[in-house]
DNA sequence: CATGGTCTATTTGTTGACATCATGAATGTT
DNA sequence: AACATTCATGATGTCAACAAATAGACCATG
């Protein structure tokens, strides 16, 4: 009885972690605003809990980096400047070259599949799926690539600019859209072949390069136009 | 009336934090043994307050990774292990390395002379302090060090180990007893010499230096015991 | 008209009580 | 005696009401 059952703890999660998870997807899928403020009474109301659990669901938001808190005024959604976006891109680049060569070398057979798993959902979706979608996918990817580093700390760290490093992507996703056609597959295989290869000096050439093709032209972004080129924003 | 006032936004603060920090400094003073349980109605009681802002202050420490929560269970402030060392090295270096560099290019001179202030308190307290407030001043020169990279998130990720480094280091003093006489004033000098030189190479040397002269020795002494070579330990 | 002060409405901060769950002692069974 | 089951205990999770504080409207005054 003691091969491959492979389940998770069967953590039982309270109305915290609920709530979080509502507003977190409702912030990522455009329902709130950025900057927006949020009412305790409100949430709690639409969400039929009580005030408890929202303001801890808030608290583990602002961990996240996609709400600031501030003293007998509220939880604001994030507006992430340029600034913000270097800063995300630079520690990222940090942490993920990290990540890549502790997962060369310490990522089990297991690890590898779930790797190969996540690359192959990419390209699967990215036939008939939208931006949305993909960018998603995408940072699945690299959360697996941090889990086969097998270091909790870093997993931490990943976590706490995660919900901002989507939030980036999916606002500024117009500015991705050729990169996506053009790159993001064959970057990320090739980021599977290095970490099976475990040369931990390819893996964070690797790594740098998808890392600045992904966030130069974010970066650049800021200078052309603020907001999509697109037609009519309300 | 634009120059100069220099205030600090006058942050009025809640219970919560005023909660956090009564535990936080019961742990470091070993007033909480490790990996006792912490009762929410004790901790109140004893404090004044109500459960509230005592759940919201273990969460956030929680977030700093000195205590762990389970569903239904509680809080137990944590017991470091070994690998726990090891991950806390590997990604204290990996932030650290990141912080000096930013900080050689970025410092201002008001962050300079910060770290001059830190380092002379340091050896102003090596002649008669014992070793538990030379560690605290030993963590507060890497504050400084940190916030002269002015990057917010790299701040954040630093704070999410901070007091776990603190606990380690106080926990383990007796084996960094012969480090601090030897060499601790003498490598808090250098990396301010070489910040100051903004010369990014040898900050980057500086730093790794120091930092394995503090962990090697620290890792190793889980080897020869798990516990102060003391006489009775209860 | 601009400036400053007061006041009220709304929101957050905090509290104490109730509901739910985990633990372990006591009991019954094999 | 060993093991499974039941149940009491004490803790955490959740809730609804109260206290404190901010922001904006309103008014007075120069």
Redesign the interface.
């Known amino acids: 009885m003691s091969g491959g059952l492979e389940i998770q703890p069967a953590?039982?999660?309270?109305l915290t972690d609920e709530v979080a998870e509502n507003i977190r997807q409702a912030i990522f899928d455009g329902s709130l605003e950025l900057g927006e403020r949020l009412n305790e009474v409100d949430i709690a109301d639409r969400l039929q809990v009580s005030r408890?659990p929202v303001?801890?669901a808030l608290?583990?938001l602002k961990?996240e980096?996609i709400v600031t808190m501030e003293?007998?005024r509220g939880a604001f959604i994030v507006q992430l400047s340029a600034d913000d976006f270097r800063?995300?891109a630079?520690?990222r680049t940090?942490?993920e070259v990290?990540a890549i060569r502790?997962a060369a070398a310490a990522a089990t057979q297991a690890d590898l599949d779930n790797l190969a798993a996540a690359v192959k959902a990419l390209s699967k979706a990215f036939v008939d799926q939208n931006d949305y979608v993909l960018i998603q996918l995408d940072v699945e990817f690299h959360d697996a690539l941090y889990r086969s580093a097998h270091?909790?700390?870093?997993w931490?760290?990943w976590s706490?600019?995660r919900s901002?490093v989507l939030l980036s992507l999916l606002t500024k996703r117009h500015a991705s859209n050729e990169y996506y056609r053009d790159l993001v597959i064959a970057e990320h295989e090739e980021l599977l072949r290095v970490i099976s290869s475990r040369d931990a000096r390819a893996c964070e050439k690797a790594i740098r390069v998808h890392l600045s093709d992904t966030y130069d032209r974010l970066v650049s972004s800021f200078d052309s136009a603020d907001v999509p080129p697109a037609s009519g924003e309300r």
């Open positions: 953590r039982r999660r309270g408890g303001r801890e608290v583990q961990q980096g003293w007998h800063e995300l630079g520690l940090v942490l990290f502790q270091h909790e700390r870093l931490n760290a706490s600019i901002q």
